[in-house]
């Protein structure tokens, strides 16, 4: 990262305790592990979704729109949606299938957060077959028979009440907490961030934290360029 020119260009418009952050949270960011949200009508649960998957370092966060449009609570999400990589689906009748088809292609076992006859306990989940999608359903129905068609697994939160289910941004935060633990355990595959990803979101993130980063940039091509 101290080789790219760009981002040395813009760090000089930035606090060095910010480079700093940036540096330090870049670390710990993944992409092994994401978050599939299929029609989340409630902004408050998709609001605090965004924030869980911040605070455990998930980068991405794919959005599925048929029935719902996402909208964000400032009040809830604090801000983490402009350190995360949002994958938006709104152009088709049914978004659902192109979403999960596209995680297949890069290589996403599809888990689907349900009850199901052939699922898998949260804690007995192996984390080293291979990146994970977590697919997250609507607050009433759940999971969409799309999402069962195309899933590879099916995940259990353990319960020990009467209420049938937790709420989803619940359900989301103890998935990623226990699955984000379990990565930080695990030494045999490299789930961390690539260092062309480190410098792709660096320069992202100084963009979006320098005023008029636009014009910075500008004025970078025409130094290049003498």
């Known amino acids: ?64 729109e048929n029935n719902y449009e996402y909208r964000i609570n400032p009040d809830v999400e604090k801000g983490a949606s402009s350190w995360l990589s949002l994958h938006r689906y709104d152009e088709e009748e049914n978004n659902t299938r192109k979403a999960l088809r596209d995680l297949k292609k890069k290589g996403y076992r599809i888990i689907a957060t349900t009850p199901h006859t052939d699922d898998v306990d949260l804690y007995n989940l192996d984390v080293t077959k291979g990146k994970m999608a977590l697919v997250f359903g609507t607050e009433v129905t759940g ?5 069962r068609e195309e899933a590879d697994e099916y995940l259990r939160i353990p319960m020990y009440g009467f209420t049938e289910s937790f709420n989803i941004s619940v359900s989301a935060a103890l998935a990623m907490q226990h699955l984000r633990w379990k990565l930080n ?37 025409e130094i290049k360029k003498q």
């Open 1 to 64: 990262m101290e080789d790219n020119a760009l981002i040395q260009f813009l760090r000089q418009s930035a606090t060095e305790a910010r480079y700093d952050t940036f540096r330090k949270v870049l670390d710990d960011r993944t992409r092994y592990l994401t978050v599939v949200l299929e029609n989340i009508y409630q902004p408050q649960n998709a609001s605090a979704v965004l924030r869980t998957a911040d605070c455990f370092g998930i980068q991405d966060v794919h959005i599925i």
């Open 143 to 147: 999971i969409s028979d799309i999402v």
């Open 185 to 221: 355990q695990e030494k045999s595959i490299d789930w961390l961030l690539t260092s062309q990803e480190k410098e792709d979101l660096m320069i992202e993130w100084l963009k979006k934290s320098i005023k008029k980063s636009d014009a910075l940039i500008r004025r970078y091509e």
